[in-house]
């Protein structure tokens, strides 16, 4: 495969969003365009639909693994729909596609994601999202960004590759 | 179906896990056995099989969903032992399958497992397990327990058969 | 595990059927049941309910694994409802918590678990059922039965127990 | 989403296969990216490298949905490998991910793409692939192909996108 495989960044949150989360996801989409890595998400609306909107913007490729069984659900800036039919199960796919994962707030679904992808051992970086911690020990695991700049350019950096 | 499939309780928690865990989780086993519920499980060792061999030696019935492609890999003390061939995605069936859930530990497994039931409007009891915040504030989802009879009698009450 | 588990017999056909396939799948229910076999289904209608409905009738364990999100979609006579969530993919998982299948009538989906099971090396007994071939040459991997006390003794005499 | 998305054709057969059917696979592969058609396929060898690698010689964009858990399972011509984690469930979005399907060869796993896929209305054309038929009645719901050419050509032809 390609090196741009090896640039695959999830952006994960919420299919509902407040209007100033929607706005730090389209500029995390922005500048994951404008350093050329491809986007994946979950394909729906709120987080997932302001990021691909930001990327597409900026000419970047989007991603949509969807959870039901129609390529019509996808919001209209992913480019490469990609139909499961295998509901929630699918945020398995959505990090597990990707070398860093972009956490923008989120309810429990976006949770699930984090924990499949921190199992994975696929960096998680978080912007006004979960913290965790552990039988009453902090868990540092996601880590901190304090705008989609630094979120970026933190994923980026923590590519692996291996 | 019987009333006796509205009383499936899910214990989840890690594949390793601590001998005072696991005699949590094999004192949870005893008692849900004892209260007549059938318990579900991710099918393998740690919490799994200690949940399972309580619940066995009080005559309970006991459910593995297992990640992999052969029913050999469930522990001894699985009954029932389902082969999803799914891998992880087959957490999502351990908890969907409960009324309730206790979660016993755990890493990023089980979080993933608490994440998808709080998603399914699941109810979940903690004993010594994941705490959440969200966005800087508690979020106390996870009914906490003390010990093992709390944890199931928790479970027991909060079951809504909707 | 126990000895028991090695019998887990899959019945797989139409969640909509004819009297005649439904009578069919009542008696091989029935004799699973009396051989003290466990009956593993899809958990909906047609077929499933039928087989289950028989198996019940001799007091034999039922499994249901559903495709959606609520086991209350299980047809009445399921004992054991296993909730996946994953939709079609379920399909998998029917047949591979099964030591053997018996298909009887069916369309796509059917076929689907058809070929699930031959993938995973699963025997497969076909009652008024899909017929095979492959490059226009005969694939005769699907073993004809005549009636339901047939397919159920080629199913249990194929158990390898691998 | 744009047109292009409703121009995804999945290429199913086996991880292993002859040289003649690698050839039929490059030549499918070469004529979709000629009509700017997006090739869906599972992402490993045999069949699915084979198409990837006619569909690349022409600058066709390629898509592999892949079982396991890592990206580098994929052929070298898999531009989007999309990493399910899932097994043999990942069959089913290989097929849902199209408008229509190509079936070259091919083993039980195939035939399951072709189950599937049958099952969601989507068409499948065939190129040396398996028969069908149902309780001793002929299934033609196969569309037969004689050549490259004419799969292609059927498989546009058939894309309805409702």
């Known amino acids: 495969m390609s090196e741009k495989k090896k640039r695959f960044i999830a952006v994960i949150g919420g299919g509902q969003c407040s209007a100033k989360e929607a706005k730090l996801a389209e500029e995390v989409g922005r500048k994951l365009a404008r350093q050329g890595a491809t986007l994946v998400c979950?394909?729906?609306g709120g987080i997932m639909e302001a990021a691909c909107k930001g990327a597409s913007s900026e000419g970047g490729v989007t991603i949509g693994i969807l959870p039901g069984d129609n390529y019509q659900a996808a919001n209209p800036y992913v480019q490469i729909p990609i139909v499961t039919g295998i509901g929630y199960a699918r945020n398995i796919a959505v990090v597990k596609s990707a070398q860093a994962v972009i956490a923008i707030g989120g309810s429990y679904g976006t949770l699930s994601e984090i924990s499949h992808a921190l199992q994975s051992g696929i960096p998680v970086i978080g912007l006004?999202?979960?913290?965790?911690s552990r039988?009453?020990?902090p868990d540092n695991s996601i880590i901190p960004a304090q705008n989609?700049?630094?979120a970026v350019n933190k994923a980026l950096s923590l590519i692996t590759n291996q």
């Open 148 to 150: 989609p700049t630094e």
């Open 128 to 132: 006004n999202t979960w913290s965790l």
């Open 42 to 44: 979950g394909g729906l």
């Open 135 to 137: 039988n009453g020990q």
